[in-house]
């Protein structure tokens, strides 16, 4: 039986729609498949995928960095005494003396100090120094210096690794031009180190102890002084005056003390040009 050419050439044309489709089908497949495993990879290298299985870690809790100084002004009866007392107070503290200095002004004693106590204790401290007198200035401050402190730690062991590196290379260098290339770099960072190793330790000073300044000034004799409470404040502008008046009259006795002996010298001088020109008015006379 024969077949006709146009049955023959319509069989050909469906088995090879057919072989394409199949392939097409493949090969969408394995492009699919590839996109997956694709997806897959980006999503376990991406972020969000590392901070799922791995949480970051937290940072340890810094621990604060506080400078607390003082300032006190005291009127006391007895300015050497008060010096002696504050220097003990200091001393069974735990602390130190760092400089103080007593000067005499008009038969008045006064004083300089500055001590450095441990500064958990500075208030207790600043109680037992203010029974010895009258305060008449107190001042308390406070500076917040953590941020510095810990910034200039990590720059310090940024310098430290980076002088470690420096010697590594030194010991690898070539020529002489990369030796005195190194080096110069190496005395840069050590000057660095220095500088930082030096402001921690002072930071480290700072915060440990509080700076207390001190002025210590002799209570004015009968001057009168205002009693407590509200009749203390009812009573103040009369108070002030009779001060200024008591302190009117010691400068008055002073000056007068001051002013006698030149008194006494014109005095005698006027004596003498009276009794030369009397005589010589007599002599005219006669």
Known sequence: MKRSPGIIISLLILLLFCSMTGCGAKSQDLVQNQRTESVKEDAAGSPEAYSQSAPAPTAPEMERKIIQNANLDLEVEDV??????????????????????????????????????????????????????????????????????YDADAR????????????????????????????????????????????????????AYSLIEIELRQAIPGAVKAPQGTMGKAVQGLISSINGLINFASHTVVAIFVI?????????????????????????TN
């Open 80 to 149: 050497a005494q008060a010096m002696d007392r504050i220097n003990a107070i200091c001393i069974e503290n735990g602390g130190y003396t760092v400089n103080s200095h007593l000067s005499r002004n008009d038969q008045r004693f006064s004083a300089r100090l500055s001590i450095k106590v441990p500064q958990e204790k500075l208030h207790d401290i600043i109680a037992s120094i203010s029974q010895l007198g009258e305060v008449t200035y107190k001042v308390i401050s406070t500076q917040d210096v953590t941020e510095e402190y």
């Open 156 to 207: 310090l062991k940024a310098m430290k690794a980076k002088e470690e590196r420096l010697l590594g290379l030194m010991s690898q260098a070539g020529n002489i031009n990369d030796i005195i290339s190194i080096e110069n770099e190496l005395g840069k960072t050590r000057a660095e180190i220095e500088v930082l190793s030096g402001r921690l330790k002072y930071l480290d000073n700072a915060t």
């Open 260 to 284: 006698l002996p030149w008194a006494l010298v014109l005095f005698l001088l006027f004596l003498l040009l009276r009794y030369i020109y009397r005589k010589h008015r007599s002599r005219r």
